[in-house]
């Protein structure tokens, strides 16, 4: 699976835009990029996920460039309450493969402030 | 309704003991995965259970078995704990098998080896 680095902490003031960047220089052909949200104590939970372009939901947007060989999560006019770590992960598609054996790394720390 | 439900959430007990973490889930999935957490935060998928059926052991201790009674859960039993297993168990379900599928995880159980 491809290994995924992603900044350890960041910092933001409740209200703005915080784009988180991952970067998975040997990602594969049918790799897809998702992202994860935890809270403390809380396990992780699905925030979007891509394959190339831009994917946009209700609480977040996912740019990935051309190559792919990065990926940036953005989360619009961030609030308190979106104080978690991030992960980034990639690995073959939905539906492919067995089991999910993706493994977390150690995310990124976004702490928001007032 | 708790989609992903485990049980105990705390767990504290004496190196030697064995003790169960129970996990169910509403969600109508095929697959259920018990995760680890360990104290560098790093999430790392250690079974999977796809219709009752192991398709997932990620080098995990024999000491820790997995058992599915049926689809919609999966509880994870831990002979002669050691100081190591401390750290927070994630019950998952995913819908299908697929390897990037979108995972659901319950709230983890904290484990503490004396």
């Known amino acids: 699976l491809a290994k995924t680095t992603q900044p350890i902490s960041m910092d933001s003031y409740e209200g703005q835009e915080v784009n988180i960047t991952c970067s998975h220089n040997n990602i594969a052909t049918n790799d897809y990029i998702t992202w994860y949200q935890q809270f403390p104590s809380q396990g992780p939970r699905f925030i979007i996920q891509?394959?190339?372009t831009k994917v946009t939901n209700e609480v977040a947007s996912l740019f990935i460039p051309a190559d792919r060989k990065s990926s940036t999560l953005s989360l619009p006019r961030v609030s308190l309450s979106d104080t978690a770590v991030y992960y980034c992960l990639v690995g073959p598609g939905p539906r492919t493969g067995t089991a999910s054996k993706l493994t977390f790394g150690t995310g990124t720390r976004l702490q928001v402030t007032l | 309704d708790t989609a992903v439900s485990q049980t105990p959430k705390y767990l504290v007990t004496q190196m030697g003991n064995d003790k169960s973490i129970k996990c169910e889930q509403n969600?109508?999935?095929?697959?259920m995965y018990w995760y680890k957490q360990d104290s560098k935060k790093f999430l790392k998928i250690m079974f999977s259970y796809n219709n009752k059926e192991l398709i997932i052991n990620e080098t995990v201790p024999n000491r820790f078995s997995p058992k599915s009674p049926d689809k919609a859960h999966l509880n994870l039993h831990i002979n002669s704990l050691e100081l190591g297993d401390s750290a927070v168990y994630f019950c998952a379900s995913s819908q299908g098998g697929g390897t990037n599928e979108k995972l659901f995880f319950g709230s983890g159980t904290q484990l503490s080896v004396l």
């Open positions: 891509g394959y190339k």
């Open positions: 969600l109508g999935h095929d697959t």
